[in-house]
């Protein structure tokens, strides 16, 4: 297989090109196209096995019609996800997600969908324009750097709980060089617990005497499955299975609380408007059994949707995304009411960062989710034509002016996507 996660971009965008060409001569089969799509794939400029490259090539693979990139607070794989969208001849959005301060709004001391802290949550920023791409830059930078010190500090923490067993990491030599930091990637607290994991399979090796070690000495909690996958030492994705049994029961023994790495909403809300692209707000809803294994069963908006819609109206959101595999019937068709009363865009995505999880959301399929295909398309047609003119943009002033009903508007702009 021609190497897609190789460290440099042109490489992996020769080899894609390569790959291409086989399948154009019929030396590789073409997948046949699902009709499927995913708007939130994160990639390694943020945290992921996939390169920008090689994450359209999982996508063309599992049969996505269109495939969008979404990373924490970093923007610098999407030039290089849309390159590779073209050589594969997929359509393509891109975005940013980020973690954004709502401690002046009602929903201060509420924990809102960010399982580690009060006050924060995820927020995304879709089919952000392709001339926009480095005043996101700009705008993430200084956060990034602000977040780099945390990560430094949380390392110092993990190390201090460690220090027993002889183990210990190094923020420069042992977590960076996991990240894209170099090209303008982010560092997440999945950084460091890859590098931890690493460190913990050095020292146990993978089986029985990890096994042990997380249960016993760690006092960590985890799924039978889970200790299965651990239990065997030919498991490919064995450090990835590892890092979400630490996120999932770890976390709050070293975690530090995010303070000005996270922008106030209102300067979010601002970005969002002065760049043309679609703020979503990222719904979670109450965690049963995590699609990504790294989530407890543990509660967060539900209890307060129709609260939460009210300030999200009042700061200026456009949307709200949402993952159908995630949350029960019960629970999206409520958040389907609130997004219909407060006509909100809906848009979907599967959040792609581990080995293990599928690029396809089969809830897709049903009738019932129908609109957020639709919705995908009209975001490409978006993304196409603030590219060209902010004015027309999606939520632009002129273009609501001029297609008022959010319904009409999805198909215009579907029609645009599906002529370029």
Known sequence: MHDLNHPNRETRLANLKKL???????????????????????????????????AIWMAYQSGLTTAGIMD????SG?????????????????GVECRADFSNTKLSGRLI???????????????????QIATV???????????????????????????????????????????????????????????LSLKLMNKFGKGQALVDFLKNRLQLDFSTKIEQYLLDANNQFYAYDL?????????????????????????????????GCILAYAYLGDVGESVTGDKKAQKFEDDYLEELFEVLADLGFM????????????????????????????????????????????ALAKPEFANLSESTWALIGHEIAATKDLDDAFFSPSTIAKYPDLNERIKVYMQIAKGN
């Open 113 to 131: 969908n960010n399982p580690d802290q009060k006050s924060i949550a995820y927020v995304a920023l879709h089919g952000i324009p392709h001339t």
């Open 20 to 54: 291409k060409t086989a399948i154009d001569q019929g030396e590789i089969q073409a997948p046949q196209a699902t009709g499927f799509v995913n708007n939130h794939i994160h990639t390694t400029y943020s945290f992921s096995p996939y390169s920008p490259t090689k």
């Open 319 to 362: 949307a709200v995304t949402y993952m159908p595999s995630r949350n029960t019937m019960e629970q999206l068709t409520r958040l389907k009411i609130l997004c219909k009363q407060y006509n909100f865009f809906e848009i979907s995505g599967e959040d792609i960062n581990s080995p293990r999880q599928s690029f396809i959301c089969e």
């Open 72 to 75: 924490h607070d970093s923007i």
């Open 243 to 275: 890092l979400g049994v630490l996120k999932g029961d770890l976390v709050k023994d070293f975690y530090i609380p995010a303070t000005t790495e996270c922008p106030d909403i209102t300067k979010v809300v601002t970005l969002a408007k002065d760049i």
């Open 137 to 195: 830059k700009e705008f993430f930078a200084p956060y990034s750097a602000e977040r780099n010190k945390r990560n430094q500090a949380m390392v110092d923490n993990i190390n201090n709980l460690f220090a027993k067993y002889d183990i210990s990491l190094g923020y420069e030599e042992d977590v960076v060089p996991l990240s894209m930091a170099d090209e303008g990637g982010s560092i997440t607290e999945r950084h460091i617990l890859y590098a």
């Open 78 to 94: 999407a030039e290089e996800f849309i390159a590779a969208g073209k050589i594969i001849n997929m359509a393509t959005t891109i």
